[in-house]
């Protein structure tokens, strides 16, 4: 099977930085797009940044210009650079990834298991 798991999350202040990791491990063969997803408390999950397998990049409208989605092929990893944070980008952060294994030829989507983001004002 394959498994991601999401790192760098923790407490920063209102202006401050993190770099989120997401490594995927395990059966695969080849990984399409790769996102991130946050979830606040008490609201939806909610699409922030998306790569594909050829690096283009979407973002959500309220963060452009502060964040940054990029991947390592190499290492299966996927990164989400978060510059200007505001108290608002408060959530829960996961990562999932279109991953098609060795062992089957469909691909499917798997998820993180998520990473607290904190940010005080």
């Known amino acids: 099977q394959v498994q991601l798991v999401e790192s760098g999350g923790g407490l920063v202040q209102a202006g401050g930085s993190l770099r989120l990791s997401c490594a995927a491990s395990?059966?695969?063969?080849?990984?399409?797009?790769m996102r991130w997803y946050r979830q606040a408390s008490g609201k939806q999950r909610e699409l922030v940044a998306v790569?594909?397998?050829?690096?283009?990049?979407n973002y959500a409208d309220s963060v452009k210009g502060r964040f940054a989605i990029s991947r390592d092929n190499a290492k299966n990893t996927v990164y989400l650079q978060m510059d200007g944070l505001k108290a608002e980008d408060t959530a829960v952060y996961y990562c999932?990834?279109?991953?098609?294994?060795?062992?089957?030829?469909?691909?499917?989507?798997?998820w993180g298991q998520g990473t607290q983001v904190t940010v005080s004002s």
């Open positions: 999932n990834a279109d991953v098609r294994t060795t062992t089957l030829p469909t691909v499917y989507r798997f």
């Open positions: 395990g059966s695969i063969f080849s990984i399409n797009g």
């Open positions: 790569i594909t397998s050829g690096s283009s990049t």
